[in-house]
Each structure stands twice: as structure tokens, then as C-alpha cells.
């Protein structure tokens, strides 16, 4: 057993209680497939798909999704495979419930601050990805101020690090996780409510 396929054996175990392991688990599993996409836009696209399977009615593949050439019967995916389902399976759960500990799967603070600016980044472009991935509804399709929330997070795909103080820079990207968080809740509850307002009646 090489050191990679260690690190998946460790970390791809499916009661991870924090954010840091969530996503140390998810790098882990995307390297032993051999991919080369971010975690954190990987993350985003689950979330987005999430949005999208309520909004659509229909249901994703998440590995098509994250590489639309990969083959699910391969076993060089079997593990990154299944762990999407599981995170899917998690994070539909707690927005569905609106748990206050949905958050995003990014990097430790202890890193970089560019390195954190461009997982941000990534999680918003995944997230755009997962949410129009079947093109069965337009942005001005969402409900409410849906819309607006997702244009907002085009905008923050192409953020970069800047050059001022680093502690302003923190305090900026602190400022856009927050919105990514607020925001792709937001736009589920948007959707949710919606779908929720359109159901037939039940009979008396």
C-alpha cells in the first residue's frame, strides 16, 4: 500500500466530524483518482448540485459532473465515487434540516492567503457549475433574489489575491466566505420554499 492510497484509507471513512478533515478526506479520494480539480470546487459542485436536483427534479451524476470523462466502473474512481455520494447524501441533509453547521469545504487558515482566495474562488465556480449543469432552468429562473446571489458568485470566481495588508485581505475573504455560505443556503431555501409552494394540496 503507497502513502496515497494510506491517506485515503485513513481519511475516506464516512464519520469525519470536522471541516478540515471533510475536506482533507475529499482532497485525499480526488488524488488517488488521479484528477487534478481543487477540492474545494469539487465541494461547490455538490452543493450546486444539490440546488439544481431540488430546482429540476432531476438527479445528478456527481462524478460526470466533477469529470465528465471518468467511468464510475472503473476502480481508479471507486473511492472518489463514493465519497461524493456520501458528502451529497450529508449536505442534503443538513440543508434540508437547515442545520447552522452547513459550511464550505476550504483550506485550514493556517495557509496561504492566495492559496485560500483561489479555493474560494474554485467553491464558486463549482458551485455555478453544479447549480446550471443541465441547463433545465436559466439564473433568472430562481426564485426570489436567487439570481442576484448567483451572479454575485460569478464575480467571486474570479477573485485573486490582492495586494493590500494581509489582515485586511483575511477580513475581505472572510467577508466572501461568509456571503458563499449565507448565499448558497439562501438559494436553496429560495427553491425549496418554491417547490413547497407549488405542491398539490393534500385531501381533506
Not at 432531476?58 to 466533477?66: D, K
Not at 458528502?87 to 459550511?103: A, I
Request: aromatic letters at 8%.
Amino acid at each position: 500500500m503507497n502513502a496515497l492510497e494510506y491517506g485515503c484509507q485513513k481519511f475516506c471513512g464516512r464519520r469525519m466530524s470536522s471541516t478540515i478533515d471533510r475536506f482533507t478526506q475529499l482532497e485525499a479520494a480526488i488524488a488517488l483518482s488521479g484528477l487534478e480539480i481543487q477540492a474545494s470546487e469539487v465541494h461547490g459542485i455538490l452543493v450546486g448540485a444539490i440546488a439544481n436536483h431540488m430546482k429540476s427534479g432531476l438527479s445528478p451524476n456527481l462524478l460526470q459532473l466533477v469529470e465528465p470523462n471518468a467511468d464510475a466502473g472503473s476502480g481508479q474512481y471507486a473511492p472518489l465515487n463514493e465519497l461524493l455520494y456520501d458528502l451529497y447524501r450529508e449536505f442534503s441533509e443538513t440543508l434540508l434540516e437547515g442545520k447552522e453547521d452547513f459550511h464550505l469545504l476550504l483550506p485550514g487558515d493556517d495557509e496561504d492567503i492566495g492559496i485560500r482566495t483561489e479555493s474560494l474562488a474554485a467553491w464558486a465556480k463549482g458551485y455555478l457549475l453544479g447549480l446550471m449543469h443541465n441547463n433545465a432552468f436559466g439564473l433568472d429562473q430562481l426564485p426570489d433574489s436567487g439570481a442576484e446571489i448567483a451572479r454575485d458568485m460569478l464575480q467571486i470566481s474570479e477573485a485573486t489575491a490582492g495586494v493590500d495588508q494581509e489582515d485586511e485581505e483575511d477580513w475581505a475573504l472572510a467577508e466572501l466566505h461568509e456571503y458563499l455560505k449565507v448565499g448558497a443556503q439562501l438559494i436553496f431555501e429560495f427553491i425549496y420554499t418554491e417547490r413547497a409552494s407549488q405542491a398539490p394540496a393534500q385531501p381533506q
